[in-house]
């Protein structure tokens, strides 16, 4: 029984996909002031602040 169930799950988890994750790579070249973070925090407002070896970054969450 034991053996049955474990094979049903291996064949049943190659179809089912987990939730695909969505990223924007945030570098010098599209804004920041470094490539180096070194401390992140989201306000209540949706805002990201960046703090680099450069300065303070605000990055727009929202789309």
Same mark, same amino acid.
Do not use: H, P, R, V
């Given at each position: 029984?034991?053996?049955?169930?474990?094979l049903s799950f291996f064949l049943?988890?190659?179809?089912?996909?987990?939730?695909?994750?969505?990223?924007?790579? #945030? &570098? *010098?070249?599209?804004?920041? $002031?470094?490539?180096t973070a070194l401390t992140l925090?989201?306000?209540?407002?949706?805002?990201?602040?960046?703090?680099?070896?450069?300065? #303070? &970054? *605000?990055?727009?969450?929202? $789309?």
């Open positions: 029984m034991n053996k049955l169930f474990l049943l988890s190659n179809l089912i996909s987990a939730q695909e994750l969505s990223y924007k790579l #945030l &570098n *010098k070249t599209n804004g920041l $002031s470094s490539n925090c989201e306000d209540k407002q949706g805002y990201l602040w960046i703090g680099t070896t450069f300065g #303070l &970054n *605000k990055y727009c969450t929202s $789309s």
